[in-house]
């Protein structure tokens, strides 16, 4: 499985964003559905690419799908 870049808390809530997903909620771990699915996203900068091929899997994207939207 191709890792995804390392990428800051704020760049994968925006990606999020464009496929549809809304903030649920916010603390120490942004949490976000899009109605089907919740995604919990941590605050780290950067975050981890393992983390992030994991955060891509939860919302149902490939790493390559989830790379077009960053």
């Known amino acids: 499985m191709p ?13 999020l964003a464009k496929a549809g997903f809304q903030i649920i909620r916010e603390g120490k771990q942004t949490v976000m559905s899009n109605g089907v699915r919740i995604v919990t996203i941590p605050r ?3 975050i981890n690419a393992f983390t992030m091929g994991k955060i891509a899997k939860d919302a149902g994207y ?9």
Do not use: Y
């Open 3 to 15: 890792r995804l870049p390392g990428v800051n808390h704020q760049t994968a809530i925006r990606a």
């Open 62 to 70: 490939t790493p390559e799908d989830f790379k077009t939207l960053l």
């Open 44 to 46: 780290h900068n950067p």
